[in-house]
């Protein structure tokens, strides 16, 4: 008689059809499935994705920068990111909190291998943020009034930040096995991402994943200066970098993965060392040419005998700057019905997109500002920069005008309008139609008087036709340096102000 005795097979040492690389991307596919399927990870989709729609056309109006549009991509991915890291690690730490870890050891796959298909799940959030980074920008790209062009690199910030902070949640649950480890991280990234934003424009603010730039300025492509390309490897390599260290740490000391985390912490160095060079030379003289001299980086076209210079991205534009110019001047009387003027785009680049100075005003004859945004509030504000001009004669004359001639100068800026009381509230920094108040233009600003205020919507009051009839008719007068608000009304027929008349 034969007895035949069967050994136990060892832990870990069967394997299935396809080996242990099959069974971790079988894994990895089934522990993506439940990723995209957490309630945090949803909620934050869902938050996401409606404040994205609800914010599309907000920021930028139908006339969007596209190399602003893909910045704007960055920051809400973090919240999916943040979800994505507690989901994680909830998720590498399941068999300890169900009591199933010693029933995972007769598996195929040993800790490090499963550790490494939670790293591959996290591809799949990744990919729909890559999805809902391309279609956000692709909207704004879209529009016919689309000008500029927005960085790949830009718009992989996103995306990288779930990476890395999905990766972090990971590297947390293999070196730490508490739940309540996640939540703590959470409140830490959130202080850190908020904390960040008062770090300056130094290398340190370009170690966080996002960086902003608060900053009312749109620049040229070649005139940002954003190191967008390495902050992306590094973003990337300290995302692999935290991922192939959870590996490590559950136990994966193969000499592949030590080889890919010594690569992976090498890509991050370099991004890390990159990103913080600074400006270069050649950017410096760039940007002051473009401020001091923008003349001569300036394309130029002829519409209606008036011309318009833009940046090189800009052109695009040009037609909406001249409807503005025709709508003013249709307004006007006596040789400003016919004066041609010159609209010259201009920027104070010197600080890149941390400055906000204003510009200074323009001291040549008929020739007006025009800003680097367009659509909304600068409508308004550059059609008063061009009736003081048309009055005045030139931008440094017209922004000292503190005379009754505001009436008129106003009467042109927003009486063309369909809605000229709702582009008057807009124009005003106090947002306000009645009483005193500063009037905002692409230069310096003008000051509105309570009686000009009273006088100008009068004016407005009456049909479109007969109010310009009255101020063409009386144009010399109303355009004459000196001119009281009273003045103006008596000349165009208004009751007189009751209103304080004193610019401050």
Request: aromatic share 6%; hydrophobic share 50%.
């Amino acid at each position: 008689m034969t007895t035949t005795v069967q050994q136990p097979a060892a832990p870990g040492t069967r394997s299935p059809a396809g080996g242990p690389r099959a069974a971790v991307g079988t894994l990895a596919l089934f522990e993506a499935r439940r990723l995209l399927t957490r309630v945090p990870v949803l909620v934050a989709f869902a938050v996401y994705a409606g404040w994205t729609v609800w914010r599309a056309g907000r920021a930028w109006g139908d006339f969007p920068v596209l190399q602003d549009a893909d910045r704007a991509t960055q920051s809400a991915p973090i919240l999916v990111g943040l979800a994505v890291m507690l989901s994680v690690n909830q998720a590498a730490l399941r068999s300890r909190r169900h009591g199933t870890e010693q029933v995972l050891t007769v598996l195929v796959l040993p800790p490090w291998r499963r550790t490494a298909a939670h790293a591959l799940s996290v591809l799949a959030p990744v990919l729909v943020t890559a999805v809902c980074v391309a279609a956000q920008f692709g909207r704004e790209a879209l529009r016919p009034g689309a000008v500029g062009r927005g960085s790949v690199a830009e718009l992989l910030v996103g995306p990288l930040t779930v990476l890395l902070l999905g990766l972090f949640g990971l590297l947390a649950a293999s070196l730490v096995r508490s739940a309540l480890v996640a939540p703590l991280l959470i409140v830490f990234c959130l202080f850190l991402f908020l904390g960040s934003t008062g770090v300056g424009d130094g290398w340190e603010q370009w170690l966080v994943p996002a960086v902003g730039a608060a900053t009312g300025n749109s620049l040229p492509v070649e005139l940002i200066g954003r190191p967008a390309a390495w902050h992306a490897l590094y973003l990337a390599g300290l995302g692999l970098s935290l991922g192939l260290l959870a590996v490590l740490v559950a136990g994966g000391r193969r000499p592949a993965v030590l080889a890919g985390t010594a690569a992976a912490l090498a890509l991050t160095v370099l991004g890390a060392v990159a990103q913080s060079g600074g400006d270069s030379r050649a950017l410096t003289e760039a940007r002051e040419r473009a401020t001091l001299h923008p003349e001569r980086v300036h394309s130029c076209v002829r519409r209606d005998g008036s011309t318009y210079c833009a940046f090189p991205g800009w052109e695009p534009w040009t037609g909406e700057w001249a409807r503005v110019v025709d709508r003013v001047r249709s307004l006007a009387g006596g040789a400003a019905h016919e004066r041609d003027v010159v609209v010259r785009q201009r920027i104070d680049a010197r600080y890149g997109l941390t400055g906000d100075g204003a510009l200074p005003a323009l001291t040549r004859p008929y020739e007006v500002t025009v800003s680097t945004q367009w659509g909304g509030n600068r409508v308004p504000e550059f059609a008063a920069a061009v009736a003081g001009v048309l009055i005045a004669g030139d931008e440094e004359a017209a922004t000292s005008i503190c005379d009754g001639r505001v009436v008129p100068l106003m009467w042109l800026a927003v009486g063309w309008e369909s809605d000229p009381l709702s582009a008057l509230r807009r124009v005003r920094l106090g947002d306000t139609v009645t009483g005193s108040d500063t009037v905002l233009q692409p230069t310096n600003v003008l000051f509105m008087t309570e009686a000009q205020t009273e006088v100008l919507r009068g004016l407005l009051d009456l049909p479109r036709t007969e109010a310009t009839a009255r101020v063409k008719e009386h144009w010399a007068a109303l355009t004459t340096p000196k001119v009281t608000a009273a003045g103006a009304a008596k000349l165009l027929g208004l009751p007189a102000p009751e209103g304080e008349d004193t610019c401050r």
